[in-house]
């Protein structure tokens, strides 16, 4: 559906007039049916790369597609849904009214006008915040406004920057529920995100991007190999001697039981036998960060 083919972009700085390049040599496919995930430091091209999605900006070097077209003239044809990084609507708009004109923009036909705007509003919680203006919203309020304008066409592509920006953890929880929904085998959904949890939670392939270099893409559920070592928290009821079965086992400081522990998955998985097997109680197990969170940190500092 996307196709990026060895994608460079540089920009021109306004003061040195120095060639500052955003991305480099970037080569992607990403197909209907799919989440596909952007994560990367600040600086990374995560912008650039969106950019050049919507036809905002053209390759210095290579071709960017969509279905054969070119971005401009498929967004020009058939839309994309778009939640920009920062939500920016006039301050005097009202809720209901804002999501009325943004309807109308997004190509909804006058006929089903009334039950969308209805639905997208209940959908995302902003029923009773129909009347107010977008300078009355709370952050995380606005976000979901933003989301809902993203949300009002049935186009085949939606792009979301950042979108649990500013949302509470109530509303970061409703969101994997709006991703589910949004996902059919004709639809590809993009998500440029700092949140790697979130990420790895929806996402089918994650693209992690550094200096605007593509470092590596991470299928569902991969991530952190098996052989590699990983930090884990594991706690027992009574504390056992966990240091002589994990040498360089440190205790958790204030926390009775709870030890933190480096070792591959088949490591853990002998020496919590080993532990059980001696009448260890265990409470709890569970790796310090993510697989994505690890594969993200490895890629970062190559």
Request: proline share 5%; with cysteine; charged share 20%.
């Amino acid at each position: 559906m996307i196709r990026f083919e060895s994608v460079s972009k540089t920009y021109t700085a306004l003061v040195t007039r120095r060639r500052v390049p955003a991305l480099a040599d970037f080569s992607m496919e990403m197909n209907a049916g799919e989440v596909i995930g952007i994560a990367g430091p600040n600086g990374a091209g995560k912008s650039t790369l969106i950019s050049l999605v919507l036809g905002f900006l053209d390759p210095t070097v290579g071709r960017v597609t969509i279905d054969g077209k070119s971005p401009r003239t498929y967004v020009e044809h058939f839309g994309i849904g778009y939640l920009t990084e920062l939500v920016t609507l006039p301050p005097t708009w009202k809720v209901a009214p804002a999501l009325r004109r943004m309807a109308v923009l997004s190509g909804v036909a006058a006929a089903e006008l009334d039950a969308r705007v209805s639905a997208i509003q209940t959908e995302l919680g902003l029923d009773e915040h129909a009347a107010k203006t977008v300078k009355q919203l709370s952050k995380g309020n606005l976000q979901r406004l933003g989301l809902g304008q993203a949300l009002l066409g049935e186009f085949d592509i939606v792009v979301l920057d950042e979108p649990t920006h500013g949302l509470d953890p109530l509303w970061t929880q409703r969101f994997r529920d709006v991703v589910a929904q949004l996902r059919r085998p004709d639809r590809l959904i993009l998500i440029a995100s700092h949140n790697l949890d979130e990420l790895e939670r929806l996402a089918d392939r994650v693209a992690i991007l550094n200096k605007g270099q593509l470092q590596r893409i991470v299928e569902h559920g991969e991530g952190t190999a098996p052989m590699s070592a990983m930090s884990w928290r594991i706690a027992f009821e009574e504390s056992p001697e966990v240091a002589a079965v994990f040498p360089g086992a440190k205790p958790v400081e204030g926390r009775p039981g709870v030890w933190r522990v480096s070792a591959t998955r088949a490591q853990m998985s002998v020496g919590l036998s080993l532990l059980l097997a001696g009448g260890a109680i265990l409470v709890e197990c569970a790796p310090e960060e993510s697989s994505l969170e690890t594969a993200f940190r490895a890629a970062v500092q190559e």
